[in-house]
């Protein structure tokens, strides 16, 4: 429906947001691709490896981007995972957080397919590792910031 411009077979009409993500509906993406349509029609090629976050509300949290392990299994691919639980680290131990995990899946290359985490934070800790914040969330506020300088 868009090329990789957003711009649609009609030149100089972009679209982004639901309209154009079947599976990624989200408002956060829906902001982040309206930026990306001003850069590049001002020249700044925007950015190409984007990390699409999506958050969960749920107790405990849920949050990640990219690939989940169902998905290579679907298509042969090799991966590997490394997993780590909050409980290990010593905040984790103060909060007595025994659910919450971070899961990092990466290919032969160690490229990074996908990360997910679930416990505690999720949401704001899945917003560093990404191209942009989940909506809602206080990681809104360091892209506003960002975007003002
Ligand atoms: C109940 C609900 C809860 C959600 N919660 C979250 C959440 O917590 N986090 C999250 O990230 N996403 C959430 N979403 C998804 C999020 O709202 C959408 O992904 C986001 O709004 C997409 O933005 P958009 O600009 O593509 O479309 P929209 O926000 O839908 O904007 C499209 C606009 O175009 C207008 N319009 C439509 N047709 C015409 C026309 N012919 N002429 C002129 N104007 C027109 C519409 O009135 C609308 O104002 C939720 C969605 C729903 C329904």
Redo the contacts with the bound molecule.
């Keep these: 429906m868009v090329d990789n411009n957003y711009m649609t077979n009609i030149e100089n009409i972009y679209a982004?947001?639901?309209?154009i993500?079947r599976g990624k509906?989200?408002?956060?993406?829906?902001?982040f691709q309206?930026k990306e349509v001003i850069n590049r029609i001002y020249g700044d090629g925007g950015c190409i490896d984007v990390r699409v976050p999506y958050?969960i509300?749920s107790f405990p949290q849920i949050a990640g981007w990219g690939l989940q392990e169902k998905d290579l299994i679907q298509n042969n691919k090799k991966y590997r995972v490394e997993k780590i639980p909050f409980f290990s680290s010593s905040i984790g131990k103060i909060m007595d957080e025994r659910a919450g995990f971070i899961k990092i899946i990466y290919d032969e290359n160690k490229k990074i397919a996908g990360i997910h985490i679930v416990g505690e934070e999720a949401i704001e800790m899945i917003n560093i590792l990404s191209s942009f914040s989940?909506?809602?969330s206080f990681g809104e506020l360091i892209d506003e910031l960002r975007n003002k300088i």
């Design positions: 982004i947001g639901d309209l993500n509906m989200f408002a956060h993406y829906a902001g309206g958050g509300f989940v909506h809602p």
